[in-house]
């Protein structure tokens, strides 16, 4: 904590307020982010143990799975920034304690999700076959990949819902809660992979269709215990019983200001991703069984900085909410410090144990040689990756979301995919030149929201 001075970060900001102590602002960002890094962290270790049970089938089932994850989360999209919209909304209500607006939020929040999940899910199950074949699958991962895709967004609905309600109580500060229902999603879905991929205790060998079915029975128990919380009178986003959902109105109007620019940002993301998971599926099977471990990997070390993020919205919408711009300095600067510290730790992880953390997914000879690669670039990448999410996250939790959204076309959409490509293909780097530009998408992102921050414009927006 000596490496904290509220003052140095404060730089002229005028102080409206009681401060707290050093130790009280540490112990209220980690109360705050803890549940959320477990839940993240739960939720990528549950992705990197799905990989390692897929693995058992051979690298084609690791390169079909992974197939199909940009295209699940270009559907997934609009929910993912809906849920952004409203933990920044109910955080910044929580701040001006107006119950009811917050409320009137997460209805209309669950409403749209319902309406359009519906729509999105029948339109990707019906044509998942050229989807995925647009995503870049071979003859030897197509048929499975359309397979666990259609399973996976048939179900989507209950994981739509699921986001929506956690990410209300997450705004809330009521992080627990998310972090219960995706522990036992998780749990759930872990069981019925050992069930299902392989047949145990009697159950089918389903392969990769046991690992989708698996997920969406998570989520199916991981939804109703979401819905649950909003009907606990101890909860900020309260619902007076099934008929109270339908009797008071709805705020379109807040949920469109924040979430219209949330979901331009989402869809750049997404397409940025879809054309960085081509350009790696045209390099065979084998390498993209590779890279996709190495997304489970870093996938573990966004969990870290994802949760820090998720703190950061709650944080410092209640205060922008209480017109304590000074708080809301403090806590985007200490959640910068905790991540710095996670990124220290996994780095050392990834250095030291990388390629036998590859032997738990691969024996392959080539697939480890590439992981040792790639977990060397990890060990750099993950310092740009967890700062720039935290970043990222205080300015959408300030309602700043147009400027993630202009960052995200930047870095991800046009430099994530071109640069990849120009590193990979014409200059001849292969699955290095790849994560060169992931690297130099991480490091753009960095920029843009080191900038944002030091402008102190996101102190100023009103939602």
């Not at 995919?417 to 992102?445: A, I, T």
Request: glycine share 10%.
């Amino acid at each position: 904590m000596e490496l904290f001075n509220a003052q140095h970060v404060l730089h002229g900001e005028p102080v409206t307020g009681e401060l707290p102590s050093t130790n009280s602002l540490f112990k209220t960002t980690v109360n705050m982010a803890w549940p959320s890094m477990v839940e993240s962290f739960l939720v990528a270790l549950v992705g990197f143990i799905d990989t390692i049970m897929v693995s058992t089938l051979g690298s084609y089932a690791i390169a079909a799975v992974g197939l199909t994850q940009q295209p699940k989360f270009i559907g997934l999209a609009l929910f993912m920034s809906m849920s952004t919209a409203i933990s920044a909304l109910v955080a910044r209500r929580r701040g001006e304690q107006n119950r009811e607006s917050a409320v009137r939020i997460l209805k209309t929040c669950i409403l749209v999700a319902v309406i359009l999940t519906a729509i999105i899910s029948v339109t990707f199950t019906a044509f998942a076959d050229p989807i995925i074949r647009f995503a870049g699958s071979a003859d030897d991962t197509h048929e499975a990949a359309v397979e666990y895709f259609q399973i996976i967004m048939g179900g989507i609905g209950f994981t739509t819902v699921m986001m929506i309600v956690n990410a209300a109580q997450r705004g809330a500060g009521n992080t627990k809660i998310a972090l219960r229902t995706n522990m036992v999603s998780n749990l759930v879905n872990v069981v019925f992979n050992y069930l299902l991929i392989g047949g145990n205790f009697g159950f089918p060998a389903l392969g990769t269709r046991g690992a989708a079915l698996a997920t969406v029975i998570g989520s199916v128990l991981g939804c109703a215990m979401s819905l649950h919380s909003m009907f606990a009178k101890s909860s900020f986003v309260y619902i007076r019983g099934v008929k109270g959902f339908f009797t008071s109105r709805f705020d379109v109007r807040s949920l469109l200001n924040v979430g219209s620019s949330a979901f331009v940002e989402q869809i750049f993301l997404r397409i940025g991703f879809l054309l960085f998971a081509i350009t790696v599926a045209n390099l065979g099977t084998t390498a993209y069984a590779a890279h996709q471990i190495g997304m489970n990997m870093m996938s573990l070390t966004f969990s870290l900085g994802d949760g820090l993020s998720v703190a950061s919205v709650a944080l410092i919408g209640r205060s922008l909410g209480e017109e304590r711009r000074d708080l809301a300095k403090l806590y985007a600067s200490m959640c910068q410090r905790i991540g710095l510290f996670c990124a220290f730790v996994m780095s050392m992880v990834f250095l030291f144990f990388g390629r036998n953390l590859y032997g738990l997914f691969s024996s392959e000879q080539e697939i480890l040689d590439m992981g040792v690669m790639i977990m060397r670039m990890l060990c750099v990448i993950i310092y740009l990756q967890i700062t720039q999410v935290i970043f990222f996250g205080c300015l959408r939790g300030a309602g700043d979301t147009k400027y993630t959204a202009f960052a995200s076309m930047i870095s991800v959409a046009i430099i994530r995919p071109g640069l990849s490509w120009l590193l990979c293909y014409p200059l001849g780097l292969g699955l290095l030149g790849v994560w060169l530009g992931l690297f130099g998408d991480q490091f753009m992102r960095f920029c843009l929201g080191y900038f944002r921050m030091k402008q102190g414009k996101w102190l100023k927006i009103k939602i």
